[in-house]
């Protein structure tokens, strides 16, 4: 096997180059204006050691990455009674489909998916007001990543909050049923402000180690999560971190992974590294093409896989 | 941590007293009439060595499980061309639901639901005729286990095609779609004899094993399928293995399993082992309750996960 | 045929009597505490003869009776381009249903489920601020009951706005598709004033006039809406005016009509009466138990039918 | 208004001319090889007036209008109960669509769908044989029409057989509800032998009159059904008789009527009239095209319409 270095240099200088690049989203201006010849690696070993390509270093909106983040610190308040308000099962659907919850009475079928993210917005607000929660997120995701100068793009969460009418459909629905204790306004606050937090690959790679790692920061030491909590996220991720794709990114990648629209996936490799990729342009499935892409190829080079005999038979 | 064998033993122990032991399949009498008393364990470790619990030496109808291994059959057969006609997502449906099948034009999710394991059944029939085809299914588990013994179980075969409407209907709605390409009854007579094999938890994990080694066959060294086709097998047992209770079992267990209806499991911890556990007694979702428990246990005991950080930090 | 007086009062004593008189809706208060004993019938017959029984003369909230004035107001703002912002076929759904809304894009089925009248309220809007588009409904119905002492429960509106999530859900959710034009808020506004209107059977048969007289108020031969327009109203309630217990209501009851929440049931008799039923208790449907009973009753000894061969072979 | 003589002609000779024409059935090659040209219309009055207009004495494939008469003979066997297996209401949904069977256990919405046909087709076998109840239903046509010249078309009957997969799915998935009483295949045979009816419109006008006429051959005065059970057949194909297009046609029309994918349909004014009209091309959603359009027409030019005030104010 080449060098990590040498392999993420290779994927990023072939990403440079491809034509095929997906389609930015459009829906709120501030992500529209993305360019899409973006494209960013950040792969950070067990050890530390740190491996960067292309625009590794540009804050980009994680958006439904944050969804790891925001889970982690949920469970870390109301433990497994958060499971008695959303499910651990793929959906089947798209990342915003209103028809299961109808069926299921409004409990969301997972927390990656939007409605079940706003369930744990709405869980998150049990620690105080709306800005109270929303600084929670961001000095939880700063800590994790070592880094205090991450902040929260407040013109993305204003162009959500303007114009997120599915968002409010969905946040309404629950209610409805039951399935919010905080006005839907604040729960769609949180949502939206965790969804705008602005990080780079390397940021996003550092802020994802714990999960690679049973649940430490394998740099200071410090328990973030338990192992058993560390590996739960990890399994969620892998079967409902990608939407209706998960499947596939399973297939191709065999990494636990949790994209967002702004083009970035975090992936884990459980003992080895914490890897974040972005490029704005998305598949129809709403997925990075590059970054799922690139995933591929790294995987393929370097045998990374949760599914891979690691004893090397 | 506690050796295998002591592991594999209590829980064992545990199984046998455990009260809460689900409901045993009713829907045809020879699978009706198995003992809900019965469980089984089987561990085959990467080198070779075998620990085995309860009734681990008894035969029990595999059913679902087969599916593993009549997809490595047909993928070695037709290749990526099988991906054109069977998906790769969960379905977040029951295993008979043919809900999906009309609006995504009788192309089924995943080739573990019945829909799926329908069509990988069409595919076997390229190679000859029904009881050729089934000759071969029963050819190469027989391989795989290293066991000529394994059989394929009349009666089973015979009840499920004598009551398996929804089966036909799922075959016939298929059908019309174009998606089958051999009779009707031809495909149903494959999938119903392949799901009627009949084997123990020692021959069932034995028969594994190439999963949880990258394709190969620990004890000869022989390949059966190469790394990466292994380690995408795995990956859809992950995500689609336990039906709508995949989300569950990967949260809970944390490795790739494939249930039946018969009470079997069959899981892989990639690298290191092959495990076949067996109990009929099944949840309202369908899958063994004391096999998933019992798997459940022996994760958490042995710290096996493929979320596991398995340099050990 | 004994006389329809003696009809009325039949049917009156018999419901007075009834020990099975469904469930009030309790969804918010003021519709809760309507008590479950009241009963009221008018029919008023193309000579302006009016039969009353019960408590026909007690007002009532005819919630979404009033979506068949709505969407007379609103034919008459936009004429057919309503139709392509909501469908005209029955939903085969509950009328808070949100599913179908997802695979057909924000359409209604048709203007009698909740979506479909909140598009129409809609479209109400384009009349002026909500207040005057809610003033525009109250004036249309006062002058179609010839009544100027009806108004809207203000009570009943506040706390239909304070809980309406479902609505609220729905009303965003077709907002995301562009099919609302003016604000969520306001759109609702109308919708939550306009079901709040409160009526007596009596008022409410009156108003009714138009849609058995082939558009005409036979008292004053005024025109409200052309022949033609006055039977598509007709058809649309007697395909979809008790949402997905129509076909019953068809089978049962043989005519055009449309009920509401709060009990009450307008039925028409095309040539020769208008007919208002009021009774709370619900069937697990959603429409009044009694209301549709005694509809049932009055049409087999009356003989009043569309499907009744009228020329008495 | 003209007389109706006149208008018939006016209607056949727009028909003629039309361009638009829709598209004929073609999964099947008996009915592929009609020629998209033929129209044919035929009304037959209350007093036995015939007016016929275009190819009125061709026959051709009634398909699904047959439900009607199929339906009618069942309620005269099992009465009521039948409906303890079908439903009454609008399904909402396309013709053949097996969705909604899944999550109503195999209880088809109503008798006009292809699952409901099939099971009202299970109903008449407790006559007999397949070959003595299709037999039954051919004498029942004729009967009705007062032609002993009506046959049904084999090869129609043969190559439904051989393809009709999708009936299959339907009526093995009811099957294993328990709601199919006899073999799949002999329910499915008397369902397209039915099917395969061919009749001319002026043989359907003839054979529909009792529903015109609360039961009743007028020519005879011999009643078939009781006037409450002509209504409610009256009713259903009001809501049902066009599958997911029946609110269209009610709205247009204002009659209740009944399509077949040969480009028949039936339709009836309760006391005055029964009508048949005829041309293969269809719409998108399966109804004749040029057959829906003439009775828009006719209806128009003779104010023809359950919802009409018959009283002329």
Redo the contacts between chains.
């Keep these: 096997m080449a060098d990590i270095g040498t392999i993420v240099a290779e994927i990023t200088a072939e990403m440079r180059g491809a034509t095929e690049r997906g389609r930015v989203a459009d829906y709120i201006p501030p992500l529209a204006c993305v360019s899409r010849d973006r494209f960013g690696i950040a792969v950070v070993m067990?050890d530390g050691t740190l491996h960067l390509g292309g625009n590794a270093e540009e804050p980009f909106s994680i958006q439904s990455v944050s969804k790891v983040f925001s889970l982690t610190l949920a469970l870390g308040m109301v433990g497994d009674a958060l499971w008695s308000r959303v499910?651990?099962?793929?959906?089947?659907?798209a990342f915003n489909?209103?028809?299961?919850?109808?069926?299921e009475h409004g409990i969301p079928?997972?927390p990656f998916i939007n409605a079940g993210a706003i369930v744990v917005a709405d869980v998150l607000l049990a620690s105080g007001t709306p800005a109270e929660a929303i600084a929670g997120v961001l000095r939880f995701v700063r800590s994790l990543a070592g880094d205090e100068t991450i902040t929260i793009d407040a013109r993305v969460a204003a162009a959500e909050q303007a114009t997120g009418?599915?968002n409010?459909?969905?946040?309404?629905?629950m209610?409805?049923f039951g399935n919010l204790q905080h006005p839907?306004e604040q729960a769609l606050g949180v949502y939206f402000h965790q969804c705008a937090l602005a990080m780079s690959c390397r940021q996003l790679a550092m802020a994802g180690r714990y999960l690679?790692?049973?649940g430490?920061d394998?740099a200071t030491g410090r328990c973030i999560v338990t192992?058993?909590r560390?590996?739960?996220i990890?399994?969620?991720m892998?079967?409902?971190g990608h939407y209706?794709?998960?499947?596939?990114f399973?297939?191709r990648v065999?990494l636990?992974g949790k994209s967002g629209v702004g083009g970035g996936i975090l992936a884990v490799v459980?003992?080895?590294a914490s890897i974040a990729v972005w490029s704005p342009g998305l598949t129809p499935k709403g997925n990075s093409q590059l970054g799922a892409l690139a995933l591929e190829r790294l995987a393929?080079a370097t045998g990374w896989?949760?599914?891979?005999?690691?004893?090397?038979?």
Tied chains: 1, 2, 3, 4.
């Design positions: 067990a499910g651990r099962e793929p959906s089947g659907s489909s209103i028809v299961q919850l109808e069926t079928r997972n009418y599915r409010m459909a969905l946040a309404n629905y209610r409805a839907v690679a790692h049973d430490r394998p192992p058993q560390a590996r739960r990890a399994a969620l892998m079967l409902c209706d794709n998960s499947g596939e399973a297939f065999g636990p459980p003992g080895t393929a896989s949760v599914f891979e005999a690691c004893s090397g038979l």
